[in-house]
């Protein structure tokens, strides 16, 4: 469902993506990992519109997103690293103000709303405004927005950020339920997170995609006889660093 071919992002002379490329399929969660500046961020920014490549193609479905923007957002569902929502908002009417965004009307508003409630467990803020939620519930109210028009593809940027342990368990439980038909790409800096979910690992760091596979593959090619993805990640992140001294 996603495909990335040769993608090179520059801002001046900083190189923030570097000539990338993978894809995610149908009914896969990938976890997308890297050191802080490593240009996970930019990559989902330019996956989800936000952002055009300097060079390459991404491709969502069959729609290159450099000739219909548009019918790209449609497919996707993105969560960005800074959960941008409306404070002053009750978390229900936002709900409903993003579900009419995406152009659903009348009582489809209603069964999407009802939907995400449910899936992202939001219910016990409903009437809340959203500035006196909780941060790990302003970020579920973010998850529940990024679904509210049942995309195809799932983007998402630090999802975990201020989940409590039950949380973060309740959320990877979630991604299994949602990757049903759908391509999970996900950020994250815990490690955990990613050994818990991913089919599949990419590994980036100053814009350069270092590995991408199965965990036991990657570490089987490095020769590390732990398949630990914390061991697989120090190994290659540091033999770059070492390469850019």
Not at 59 to 85: E, F, H, K, N, S
Not at 177 to 192: E, G, M, Y
Request: hydrophobic share 45%; with cysteine; charged share 20%.
């Amino acid at each position: 469902m996603i495909h990335v071919e040769h993608v090179t992002r520059t801002y001046g002379r900083l190189v923030a993506v570097d000539d990338v490329s993978f894809s995610v399929g149908a009914n896969e969660i990938v976890g997308f990992v890297g050191p802080n500046g490593a240009g996970k961020s930019t990559m989902l920014k330019m996956l989800s519109t936000y952002l055009e490549p300097t060079s390459g193609t991404i491709r969502v479905g069959d729609t290159d997103i450099d000739v219909d923007a548009v019918a790209v957002r449609q497919q996707i569902g993105y969560l960005p690293g800074d959960t941008p929502l409306y404070g002053d908002m009750v978390v229900i009417d936002w709900l409903r103000f993003v579900a009419g965004a995406h152009s659903l009307t009348g009582g489809a508003i209603d069964a999407a709303v009802t939907r995400v409630v449910d899936t992202c467990g939001v219910g016990p803020v409903i009437d809340k405004r959203i500035h006196q939620c909780s941060t790990g519930f302003r970020q579920r109210v973010g998850l529940a927005s990024a679904l509210i028009h049942d995309p195809p593809v799932l983007l998402l940027d630090e999802p975990t950020h201020g989940f409590d342990p039950l949380q973060v368990m309740a959320f990877r439980d979630l991604l299994h339920q949602l990757k049903q038909d759908r391509a999970i790409l996900f950020s994250t800096h815990i490690i955990a997170d990613v050994e818990a979910v991913s089919d599949r690992v990419l590994i980036i760091d100053h814009g350069r995609l270092l590995a991408d596979g199965t965990l036991s593959h990657l570490c089987d090619e490095a020769g590390l006889a732990d398949p630990s993805l914390e061991r697989l990640f120090a190994h290659l992140v540091s033999e770059i660093g070492d390469a850019h001294v």
